[in-house]
């Protein structure tokens, strides 16, 4: 027969004023988290990071199988490998890979294909999605809602990283196939994204375009 277990659970009973403002104060400290792409070499203690990857693995996810792996990256050859083979990729997509609609859509971001933070940065954290390995990671039970599971843990990672005063950015490489070589994954693993760690540059800078966030009213509808 099928079972399952339960334990109690409740949470701290606050007042309401309690609740809101705490709901405003994470609501406005998000709002200043920008995705930032000039970094400075200054080194971040390796326990924020091991904190920030516990708090990503709290996440919920299928059946809770935790289909995620962090490979962390802070060894001066694997940034350079990783940084690499993503121009590589990047120059490809620039110059000929992209639609000329989405190179319009990236226009206001100034993005384009040299990605130096990805070796001046200290730590990038390669985030790789698993298609199987069930919660014991056995490699061959089936995981189900995969890249929802994963995305939500990257949205949690980069909420700690931003609470713990770090810049963040996320870097999708396409194909980003080289990542699962470079970081010595197995092949039902699949590279998801790079997210960059680190301090701002002294003279950091981020595009205007990206504070522009749409309304409350334009994103939630109230039935
Ligand atoms: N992966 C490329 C291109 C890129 C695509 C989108 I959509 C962005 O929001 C930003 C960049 C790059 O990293 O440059």
Redesign the pocket.
Known sequence: MREHTNEPYSLPDLPDFERIARAHAMRDSLKQRRTCRYFSDKPVSREIIEAAIEAAGTAPSGANHQPWHFAVVSSLEKKHAIREAAEAE?RA??SDK?SGE?LD??TP?G???D?PFLETAPWLIVVFAQRKGGIDDDAETQNYYVTESVGIACGMLLTTLHEAGLATLT????PMGFLRDICDRPSVEKPLMVIVVGHPANDATTPVHAARKKALSQIASWL
């Open positions: 990047e997509f620039y992209a989405w859509a990236l971001l993005t384009d294909a990605k870097h999708t490489p396409s």
